[in-house]
């Protein structure tokens, strides 16, 4: 606890004697910082309480409606944190019941290899990267067809296109699966 000095000072004389004031600092202040310092306590204290009592309950969001109303997800089963594309793909496509909590961006770009093939760059991107002013469009890749058939390459021109092949394949999610993401990383 803090000590107060008393402070003397000469008031303003009068004409028989001169007085004696004694100043002591304000005992509000003092209790005012008291007060502020115990609310901050309180403060930090209900938010730590309330983290807890949040991270106790992070897998249970109220009463599910409508037609998957019956469904369980991964209730009963365990926690599981992937750390790599493989290991997620494993978790989603395994018959155990499972909370697959997701902590950080799982990007597949390249897990998959790529494809180089013919393409075809429709008019309207010519056009477009005539222009040169920053924007670009994109060329087409061919499946199943020929330049004619491709559907989407009006006045095209043959070109080489690269593209990543995790886009094409699917992941297989099996039933008993609760996904939940938890911020980024």
Sequence with gaps: MAVHHAKCFQAP?????SKLILNFPSHRSHHNFLNFIMVRVHLALAAALALIANCASAFTVGSPEGLAAGATGGAG???????????????????????????????????????????????????CMAKNNGYKSQDVIIQGGNMATTGGCTGGTKVTVKYDN???????????????GIGKS
């Excluded at 004389?13 to 004697?17: E, F, K, L, M």
């Excluded at 909370?99 to 897990?111: A, E, H, Q, W």
């Excluded at 393409?119 to 991107?125: F, Q």
């Excluded at 094409?168 to 996904?179: A, E, P, S, Y």
């Design 13 to 17: 004389s009068s004409a028989t004697a």
């Design 77 to 127: 089963g365990k926690t599981v944190y992937p750390t790599s594309t493989t290991e997620l793909v494993n978790y989603l496509a395994s018959n155990d019941p499972l909370v697959i909590v997701l902590n950080k961006t799982f990007d597949f770009r390249g897990t998959e290899g790529t494809t180089t093939e013919t393409g075809c760059r429709p008019d309207y991107t010519r056009e």
């Design 166 to 180: 995790a886009a094409l394949k699917r992941m297989t999610v099996l039933g008993n699966k609760t996904i939940r």
